[in-house]
C-alpha cells in the first residue's frame, strides 16, 4: 500500500509479464536465502498506528489532506479514508528504556499533529473503528486521492465483479453493501514489526499466530460499526469483507480470501511469499526496472519491487516483509492484529507485551504451535474478535501429556503469559523499569476485565439508560472517549459513563498527556 503508484500505468493490463517478474523475484530471495545474504540480526523493532480525524462533535472529519498540510512531517502519511492518517515511528533496538522513548515519541509527534488538526477542528483520535461512521462516510468519494488508492479500488472492483457485501452477525446483526473498498477505511490499527533472521523468522511467525488471539482479547477497541455493536472487535471480519475479491462462486469453491489468518503453521518465509504468489491474482500488476537476477549477479542487493508490492495486497493478520536497508536485505514480521488505541500507553503496553512473548515462545523447548492445532489457533482468533476481554480460548495445558484445554484469555495471561513476556523483555534487556510499568498496565486490564471494546460498551449503554438516541449515545461515547484518551490515562483507569454536569472535572493535561497507570 505504500508503494508508489502512478494512475494510467500502461503495464496495469500486462498480468503475464508481472506474473514472470514476480517468478524472476521468488527465485532472486530463494538464492538470496540459500546465500545467506541477509542482514545480521540488529533486534530492530517499528511501528506504524492509524488514526481517525474526528471533529469536536464526535463525528468523523474528510480533511487528511489539509491537515498533512499543516502538520508538514514525513512521518505522518496518508491511509485510505480522508479521515485517516498513519504515523510511522523510525525504527528503534529493543533494549534499555526503549519503550518509555516510544512512548514518548508517540506523545510529542501526536500532541503536534492533533494541535495541528485541531485549527481546522479535526484532532486525532486512537480508536479501532470510529462508533460514529456511517455508511456514507465510506464511499469511493471519501477514498484519498492518491493514485494507488484509486487504482486498488478499481482492481478490487474488477476482481469481484459485483458489489461488496458486508455480513457481520454480533450483539446486533449488520448486513449492507458497498460500491468500493471505502468501508475498509474504517479499520484503524497498529502494526508492530520484528527484524528477525531467514533462521528465527518461522519461529517467530508462528509464535505471533499462536498468540494473536490473545493480543485481540486484550486489546480489542472496534465494537461499533455503523451505529450497530457488533463483535468486540470488529475490525477483523470487516475487514475481510470489505475487501473480498471472492464473488459467491469463488468463495463457494473454497478460494482464500486476500484477508485471512492462514492455514498452517510455516517452516520458512519463503514459504509464506511463495504462497502469495501461488494463490492470490495481481491487482496492481506494474514492473519495475531492476533486472533482480542482473542486480545480484553483480554484487548488489535487489529491491525485488514486484514482490513487495503484490505482498502488501495479500492481508495475512501476520505478514512476511522482506526489505533492504543500508544496502543489506532483512526480513520482517509485520503484526498487524491490534486496533489503534486508546492511549499511547495502552499502545506501549500491547506492544511490550507482545515482544516480549513472542521472544519467550520463540525460544521455548517445546514450542506451543507443537503442541496447539492451526484450527484451534484460527477458532481462538475469532472468538477473541467476537468476546474480547471475556474470550474463552483453547490452549495446551501445562506438562509432556497435558493436551488441550479452554481457558478464559484473562487466566491464561495472568497465569502463564505474563511471566514469559517478563522473560522475553529481560532476553531482550528491556530495563526492568519499562518491563514491569508496561506489563503492569496488561496485568490491571485481566484484573478489572477492562479494554477499549469493553468500556465503549458500557459508556454506549449507560448514554442509552440516561435517555439518549442511538446516534446521540454513539456521539456522546465518542467524545468521552477523546476526552479521556488525551488524559493519557490507560484504559482500564476510565470511568465508565459521563460526568455529572455539575461536577468538577480536573484541568486538561493536553493532548496525548503522560499516563502515570
Not at 262 to 283: C, I, K, M, V
Not at 407 to 412: E, G, Q, R, T
Not at 479 to 490: I, K, Q, S, V
Request: net charge negative; hydrophobic share 40%.
Amino acid at each position: 500500500m505504500g508503494e508508489k503508484v502512478e494512475a494510467g500505468s500502461s503495464d496495469l493490463s500486462d498480468r503475464q509479464k508481472y506474473r514472470r517478474k514476480l517468478q524472476q523475484c521468488l527465485t532472486v530471495l530463494e538464492r538470496l536465502l540459500a546465500e545467506g545474504r541477509f542482514d545480521r540480526p540488529k533486534n530492530l523493532i517499528g511501528l506504524e498506528i492509524e488514526l481517525n480525524l474526528v471533529g469536536s462533535d464526535g463525528m468523523p472529519r474528510m480533511m487528511n489532506a489539509e491537515v498533512l498540510r499543516r502538520i508538514a512531517s514525513g512521518d505522518f502519511q496518508t491511509e485510505l479514508g480522508m479521515f485517516n492518517l498513519e504515523v510511522n515511528v523510525a525504527p528503534h533496538r529493543l533494549g534499555g528504556r526503549v519503550l518509555d522513548q516510544l512512548a514518548e515519541e508517540l506523545r510529542t509527534g501526536l500532541g503536534y499533529a492533533h494541535r495541528k488538526a485541531s485549527e481546522v477542528d479535526a484532532g486525532i483520535v486512537m480508536i479501532g473503528i470510529l462508533p460514529t461512521l456511517t455508511q456514507q462516510d465510506v464511499v469511493s468519494a471519501n477514498i484519498s486521492e492518491v493514485d494507488r488508492y484509486a487504482l486498488l479500488n478499481d482492481q478490487m472492483l474488477a476482481a469481484r465483479g459485483e458489489d461488496f457485501t458486508l455480513d457481520i452477525d454480533g450483539v446486533e446483526h449488520l448486513t449492507c453493501t458497498a460500491a468500493s473498498i471505502a468501508p475498509a477505511a474504517a479499520c484503524t490499527s497498529v502494526q508492530l514489526h520484528l527484524q528477525v533472521t531467514p533462521e528465527r523468522f518461522p519461529d517467530v511467525w508462528n509464535a505471533a499466530q499462536s498468540v494473536a488471539s490473545v493480543q485481540v482479547a486484550l486489546g480489542a477497541n472496534a465494537p461499533f460499526l455503523f451505529g450497530r455493536e457488533l463483535w468486540r472487535e470488529s475490525r477483523p471480519p470487516l475487514f475481510e469483507q470489505a475487501i473480498d475479491t471472492r464473488p459467491p462462486e469463488l468463495k463457494a469453491q473454497g478460494v482464500r480470501p486476500r484477508t485471512w489468518f492462514g492455514e498452517r503453521w510455516t517452516a520458512s518465509a519463503y514459504d509464506l511469499f511463495e504462497e502469495n504468489l501461488r494463490y492470490f491474482p495481481a491487482l496492481l500488476p506494474i514492473c519495475d526496472d531492476e533486472d533482480p537476477m542482473r542486480v545480484l549477479d553483480a554484487g548488489g542487493m535487489p529491491e525485488l519491487p514486484e514482490l513487495a508490492l503484490h505482498n502488501g495486497t495479500v492481508y495475512l493478520w501476520n505478514r512476511p516483509v522482506y526489505s533492504v536497508a543500508d544496502g543489506a536485505p532483512h526480513l520482517r514480521v509485520e503484526n498487524r492484529v491490534l486496533p489503534a488505541g486508546p492511549t499511547v500507553t495502552d499502545v506501549v503496553a500491547n506492544a511490550a507485551f507482545y515482544y516480549g512473548l513472542v521472544r519467550a515462545l520463540a525460544e521455548e523447548a517445546r514450542p506451543v504451535w507443537t503442541r496447539l492445532p492451526f484450527e484451534d489457533a484460527a477458532r481462538n482468533f475469532e472468538e477473541a474478535c467476537r468476546h474480547g476481554i471475556e474470550a474463552e480460548l483453547r490452549w495446551p495445558r501445562p506438562g509432556r501429556n497435558g493436551g488441550i484445554t479452554t481457558v478464559p484469555a484473562v487466566k491464561l495471561v495472568r497465569d502463564e503469559l505474563l511471566p514469559l513476556a517478563a522473560a522475553g523483555l529481560d532476553a531482550w534487556q528491556v530495563a526492568p523499569a519499562d518491563r514491569d510499568f508496561y506489563l503492569g498496565v496488561i496485568e490491571e486490564r485481566c484484573k478489572r476485565r477492562v479494554n477499549g471494546a469493553s468500556w465503549q460498551v458500557e459508556t454506549y449503554h449507560r448514554a442509552l439508560e440516561a435517555g439518549l438516541e442511538r446516534e446521540a449515545a454513539l456521539a456522546a461515547t465518542t467524545r468521552r472517549y477523546a476526552e479521556l484518551m488525551h488524559t493519557g490515562e490507560p484504559v482500564h483507569t476510565w470511568p465508565t459513563g459521563f460526568p455529572a454536569p455539575s461536577g468538577r472535572r480536573r484541568p486538561d493535561p493536553g493532548p496525548f498527556a503522560t499516563g502515570t497507570g
